[in-house]
């Protein structure tokens, strides 16, 4: 059984915990529409994604 030479040391544990936190959620207000989505996404109450509509809205005749 492999068992540690030396303790490991209070900031040598917290350096290797440093990417084990949470990131925060990159949300912006779409410029055409104003409501919040996240950042390089496609905006789904509209479609559009950087000035170009990527989906078609859904009409009554198209379901």
Do not use: F
Request: hydrophobic share 25%; glycine share 4%.
């Amino acid at each position: 059984m492999a068992v540690p030479k030396r303790k490991t040391s209070v900031s040598k544990r917290n350096m290797r915990r440093s990417h084990d936190s949470l990131k925060k959620i990159n949300i912006i207000l779409d410029k055409d529409s104003g409501e919040p989505r996240l950042s390089h996404r496609i905006d789904l109450s509209t479609g559009m994604y950087k000035g170009r509509e990527i989906l078609k809205k859904k009409t009554k005749e198209n379901n």
